[in-house]
């Protein structure tokens, strides 16, 4: 039986989960209702992937057998890959595509996995930047912090960076590379 999270209107509606997270950075988006506890990174790449590009999995999150045949996605080492599924508590030391200042979309989507997005002690961020009307506060559970700085280095040459999905039990919250974010 096909999970649900690989149907069209689930995927539908995390699409537009996703789109709320990027139109406001920073934003705890609890993803719709339909997924009954699948992981959110799951459902983020179920509805942004599929033969057209490659996904990087260096921490082995995905089932051989449950996930990789419904993405559809091509395998990649994290350096080639246009998505990219991480641990949000254990940075690693990679150099994702960045793009070129011709080709900025060519660089890499981070999807990192953390505990708690909302209602949580952890790493306080403030988030500024377009789509932000005025700054906020994001807490998050589980996140190394090394992956902030990792992000300031990569997105220095702007338009070229790369763009990251923080993926919570409790929603999404994205962190394009155009967010200004300050550890406090």
Do not use: Y
């Amino acid at each position: 039986m096909l999970e649900p999270i690989f149907t069209p209107n689930v995927q539908q509606a995390v699409f537009r989960d996703l789109l709320k997270a990027q139109s406001f950075p920073g934003l705890p988006v609890a993803l719709t209702p339909t997924l009954h506890g699948v992981c959110a990174h799951r459902a983020v790449l179920a509805a942004l992937l599929d033969g057209e590009v490659s996904l990087a999995d260096p921490f082995n999150l995905l089932s051989a057998d449950g996930d990789w045949p419904f993405l559809e996605a091509r395998r990649a080492a994290p350096e080639q890959a246009d998505f990219i599924l991480a641990r949000g508590d254990a940075a690693m030391n990679l150099k994702p595509r960045l793009g070129t200042l011709a080709e900025p979309e060519k660089s890499a989507t981070l999807v990192l996995t953390v505990a708690r997005l909302t209602d949580v002690a952890g790493l306080a961020l403030r988030v500024s930047g377009p789509g932000v009307k005025r700054p906020r506060e994001l807490r998050i559970q589980k996140l190394d912090d090394q992956w902030l700085r990792l992000r300031k280095d990569w997105n220095a040459s702007f338009p070229m960076g790369v763009d990251f999905i923080l993926a919570g039990e409790d929603g999404i919250a994205a962190l394009p590379r155009t967010t200004h974010v300050e550890v406090i």
